[in-house]
Each structure stands twice: as structure tokens, then as C-alpha cells.
């Protein structure tokens, strides 16, 4: 991103949208770009100065450089125009702005011609329920091609993460179906589901669709479509590694190109997000199963600079949604820990693609983080910055909020204020910040604050902080639901208990009744009174062994939310009738039975 002066503007320079401008001796900002440039019948366009203007500081639409330009000036009739768009007041307008998708106004989502030939089934698929929004995994950036195939050991191992953080998705990039074995594969996607993961694979837009034929690619989705993939990551828009194309990046037969994939994946129920593409042109307000796009300087650069990043939150990340591919740990120099935790807030996308290595996510520092990270969000709140200096936004999703900031190469102090919070809720915060002494990690720590407080923090070089906020009040209201919840099992469990040991100490000339008669199929549970319920509501630890002579015996731990699998046999099964009297036992006798 370079910043200039209009006065030094040249016509040999191609300006790319979105470009931001600021009305010289003010504070009014201007962000231009174009919006419904899918389904216009034009091409792209970058913004240049007429050779005959220069030094007045105007501009004109042009044919992006990147294309071929083969007979691509001739826009066919009829058409309409893709919408030049210019977002204009304070920064605080501007960086708040949906005005690229707003546009579109009363936009119907995308249906095919025969819509009302279709069954009603059909026709459901345009309702676009099915598609879900939420974070995915992608190991790409630290095993590249040659693991993505490990189906047996690493994607299961991925699987397991997204799994355990809740997230939605996992990403095979490209090398996913070298050698491919589609047993083995079916058997990983199947693993998936079964885990509640959806999964999403690589293409080439021109590689693996044959330089853009439709029956090529139709032929390609109804095969993924039939291993159960979920989605499709098309990249090199741009034209990479294929030679002898006609059209690439945004020439007016690559625009086509991104409909015909936007639709032909929408009938098919996969979800899309484009790499080595275009900027985004409000087209998920269409199609909203296109849920993120690349265009964006990321992390797949691996050295990216936070003069970069800070420059894209102002620019790029204003009119769409952005393929950050967020790590924890920088892969450069010039990013810390957290930076990349406040871009991971900071850019908005509807499938976070969260970058580094397992074992990162599992821990306990960035572990609640990871699973609370919002992939929804209803409010922005631009809370101050410059370009080229720092940025900082509050973002809401639900009733829980995240500030984060991010500096670039100059020590900066900012004042974070937290007015735009809820008027007399105190919020329980969990602050991450730089680890003064070491770049690649940070240090938690936790506050309270309401809409009356300020906040002054130090962001040092490339440094950046989060603030997760959720309010005293929710927090009460899930410990009460859980209190309910424990109180209930409790009950269950003391009555479960309760009908082992009276049936235990029940018989009539053939002895008690043991748990293990008690129980078909199962063995008998023994139990101690005093090892039965240690630490409630904690934990409930129960002793447990088999009736035989060489029994052994162990003690676990459970959630109080694990069900016992002898105690719900015990609740579900019938007592079976020995005796119509039941005399009982000392109680000394049953400690002494340990029932």
C-alpha cells in the first residue's frame, strides 16, 4: 500500500480499489471502490490519471493491468453498470460502513432459470439454510502439499481439533488428492461428520476446471459432491501455473467465471471461498454461500509487515470479507502474538481460517480465546487509529464483545474508550496482551469495567491486545442453568444409589440381590459410600471392578455431565422379583458388601 500525495500522482500508475483518500487540511476520508461487478457483464477496472490531468488530482476508470484484455473492452447489451462506490464523512463513517453490500438492496439470493420447475425439496436448496458459517482449521501454512493427504494421521488430528473448539470446518489445501485413495478418503470424510466437522478441499480455478470449462467443472463438483465434501477453496483466479489462458484475474470472462462457480456450487450445496482472486464486490449479498475471499496481503506471504496489516484493516477489510489465515505465533519478524490475536477480531470473514499448529490451540493460554472467536458478528465499533500507525475496533457477536487493537513500527499509547458498552453492566474482561519479553507469546490477565471506564494501553512495536468482554449477568445466568443442571443429576445419581444399595441388602432365603442380578449384561457395581460422592458438584468419582475372583479396580473422574453407564442401566431396568419380603441388613453389613 503506497501513500501519496495527489499533487504526485502519474498517469503510468495504476491505482487499485479500494483506495482511501483523505480531503487535504481535514478530517473527511473517502473510501472508493465498485460493487456488483458479478452478474454486471463488466470487467474489473483500477483507477489511473488521464495523461492530460496530471497534477489536478483526477482520476479515471480503467481495465485492470492484470487481465489479458482479449476483445475484453466490448461490454455486451444489454448491461448495467457495476456501482462506483465512494464512502465519505470522518474515519469513523467510513471503517463502519456496509455500504458495498448495501447497494444491493432489496437483493434476492441467487435461483436458477427453472426455480419453478423445481420440487419443493429442490427448491429449499435456494433458502440457503444449509449453509454454515464458523471457524475451520487449515494446516497448509506449516505442512504444505505433501501432508495433506495424510488422512490416517494428521487431517484426523485436525479433525479432532475443530471437533474440540467447536469450530465447523477443516481445510485440505492443495495436494489433497495426490495418489488419492477413495476408500481411505470416504472413510476420513466420513470421520469427519461423524465428529460434526464439515469439510472443505482446494481447486485450481483453471487447473483443475480445464482453463474454464463448464462441463469440466460440473463433472468435478458432482464428484467431490459425492465424497461428501462441503466446500470448495477455488484459487489462482489470477492465472498461476496455467499456461494459455484467455481470460484471468478480472477480465470479463473471468468475472463470468466466478458466477458460473458461485452457482453451480450453490446447487450443489458447497459453500466458496476464492483465492488468488479479486477484491470482494458485495457478492455474498447474492450468493451467500461465498462466505470469504483472499484479495488480501496474508499470511500465506509468511513475512508480512504491520505497516501492511494496519494499512489493510483501513482499506481492504472496509468493503468485505478477508482470508487473513490468522496464526498465533508470527512466521516473521515483524508481527508478535498479538497482533495476530487482534487480527483474528479485527477481519471480518465468514469461515476464519485459524493457521497454526495444533498443539497452539489446546493450550491453556490460547485455548478459551480459540473457542469463543466469533465467525458472526452484528456490531463494529471503530474506536480510533491512523494509517501507517494503528488501528482499534470493538466488535460485537451476541451479547459478548472483543476490543482489539493493532500498531505498526512505532510505540504508540491508546486510549480505549468503553462507552459503547451496555449502560450499568458490570463486564468480566480476559485481557491478552504482548509478552514484554517475548514477541511470540503473550500474557493474560483478567478485569472489570462498564461503559463509565477508559482504558490506557502501550502497544509496543508490531505489538496488539485483545479484550474479551462478556457480562457479569450471563455469567451468572450459565452458572445458575448449570447449578440446575447439577442439582438434577445429583438427584439422579443419589436415587440410582439409593436403588442399588436397598435392592442389595434385599433377599429372601437365597441371599441379597447383587447389582450384577440387577443388571443384565453388565457387572456388578460396587461402591463405597464414602468414594461414591467426593467433591460434588465438581466432580463424581466412582469405584468400579468386575465380580470375578481376579478383579481389578481403578478410579476415574467424570464431568458430572458424563453419565455413569451402570448407574443409567440401574434407572432403565427393571428389579427382577425374588422375594415378596425384603429384610434388612445391618448397616454394617452393607459397608461390609460395599454396594
Avoid at 444409589?497 to 441371599?511: E, I, K, N, Q, T
Wanted: proline share 4%; charged share 20%; aromatic share 12%.
Amino acid at each position: 500500500y503506497d501513500y501519496r500525495s495527489s499533487d504526485n500522482l502519474r498517469p503510468d500508475v495504476y491505482f487499485a480499489f479500494p483506495l482511501l483518500y483523505q480531503v487535504k487540511g481535514t478530517d473527511i476520508y473517502s473510501l472508493v471502490t465498485e460493487s456488483e461487478l458479478v452478474g454486471s457483464g463488466f470487467y474489473g477496472s483500477f483507477l489511473t490519471m488521464p495523461s492530460d490531468k496530471q497534477g489536478t488530482g483526477t482520476l479515471q476508470t480503467v481495465h485492470s493491468p492484470a487481465g489479458i484484455k482479449v476483445n475484453d473492452n466490448q461490454v455486451e447489451y444489454p448491461f448495467e453498470s457495476p456501482w462506483r462506490v465512494g464512502i465519505t464523512g470522518d474515519m469513523k463513517t467510513v471503517q463502519e460502513s456496509e455500504l458495498v453490500e448495501k447497494v444491493y438492496d432489496d437483493q434476492q439470493y441467487w435461483r436458477p432459470d427453472n426455480y419453478e420447475e423445481l420440487s419443493p425439496e429442490e427448491q429449499q436448496t435456494y433458502n440457503y439454510d444449509w449453509v454454515d458459517t464458523g471457524l475451520t482449521t487449515f494446516n497448509w501454512l506449516h505442512y504444505g502439499n505433501k501432508q495433506q493427504s495424510d488422512y490416517s494421521g494428521l487431517q484426523r488430528g485436525y479433525v479432532d481439533l475443530a471437533a474440540s473448539m467447536g469450530w465447523t470446518y477443516t481445510l485440505l489445501d492443495a495436494g489433497w488428492n495426490e495418489n488419492l485413495d477413495e476408500d481411505v478418503f470416504l472413510s476420513f470424510v466420513e470421520y469427519a461428520h461423524s465428529k460434526g466437522i464439515k469439510v472443505i478441499v482446494w481447486a485450481s480455478a483453471y487447473g483443475t476446471f480445464a482453463k474454464g470449462n463448464y462441463d469440466n467443472l460440473c463433472v468435478k463438483l458432482d464428484l467431490y459432491k459425492s465424497y461428501g465434501i462441503d466446500g470448495v477453496k477455488v484459487d489462482f483466479f489470477d492465472g498461476q501455473y496455467v499456461d494459455g489462458l484467455k481470460f484471468q484475474g478480472e477480465d470479463i470472462d473471468s468475472i463470468r467465471w466466478y458466477e458460473t462457480i458461485y452457482q453451480e456450487t450453490a446447487k450443489r450445496q458447497m459453500i466458496v471461498i476464492p483465492h488468488g482472486c479479486n477484491k470482494p464486490t458485495g457478492e455474498r449479498r447474492k450468493y451467500p454461500h461465498v462466505l470469504s475471499r483472499e484479495g488480501i496481503y496474508g499470511n500465506e506471504f509468511h513475512n508480512v509487515s504491520s505497516s501492511v496489516t494496519i494499512n489493510e484493516l483501513f482499506t481492504r477489510c472496509v468493503i468485505g470479507p478477508s482470508d487473513f489465515t490468522p496464526v498465533v505465533h508470527p512466521l516473521g519478524d515483524f508481527l508478535t502474538a498479538g497482533h495476530q490475536m487482534a487480527l483474528a477480531v479485527l477481519i471480518e470473514s465468514g469461515v476464519p481460517a485459524m493457521a497454526d499448529y495444533a498443539d497452539v490451540y489446546y493450550s491453556e493460554t490460547y485455548n478459551a480465546f480459540y473457542k469463543a472467536l466469533p465467525s458472526l458478528r452484528d456490531e463494529t465499533v471503530f474506536l480510533g487509529g491512523e494509517p501507517d500507525v494503528y488501528y482499534c475496533a470493538a466488535v460485537r457477536s451476541g451479547d459478548e464483545w472483543f476490543v482489539a487493537g493493532c500498531n505498526a513500527l512505532i510505540a504508540t499509547d491508546v486510549e480505549v474508550d468503553f462507552s459503547f458498552l451496555e449502560e450499568g453492566v458490570t463486564y468480566t474482561a480476559t485481557v491478552y496482551n504482548n509478552d514484554p519479553e517475548n514477541a511470540d507469546d503473550v500474557v493474560v490477565t483478567q478485569e472489570t469495567l462498564d461503559s463509565s471506564q477508559n482504558r490506557k494501553i502501550s502497544l509496543s512495536q508490531h505489538g496488539g491486545f485483545v479484550y474479551h468482554l462478556v457480562s457479569q449477568k450471563k455469567i451468572i445466568g450459565e452458572l445458575e442453568m448449570k447449578n440446575k443442571r447439577m442439582a438434577v443429576l445429583l438427584a439422579m445419581t443419589v436415587t440410582a444409589l439409593s436403588l442399588g444399595a436397598f435392592a442389595a441388602c434385599g433377599g429372601g432365603d437365597d441371599g441379597p440381590i447383587t447389582t450384577g442380578e440387577l443388571v443384565k449384561g453388565t457387572s456388578s457395581l460396587k461402591m463405597s459410600k464414602s468414594s461414591a460422592i467426593r467433591s460434588f458438584p465438581g466432580r463424581i468419582k466412582m469405584r468400579s471392578s468386575r465380580s470375578s475372583s481376579n478383579s481389578t479396580s481403578s478410579t476415574a473422574a467424570r464431568s458430572p455431565f458424563t453419565r455413569n453407564p451402570s448407574v443409567t442401566a440401574l434407572l432403565k431396568t427393571p428389579f427382577r422379583k425374588r422375594s415378596t419380603t425384603i429384610p434388612m441388613r445391618p448397616i454394617s453389613s452393607w459397608r461390609t458388601r460395599r454396594c
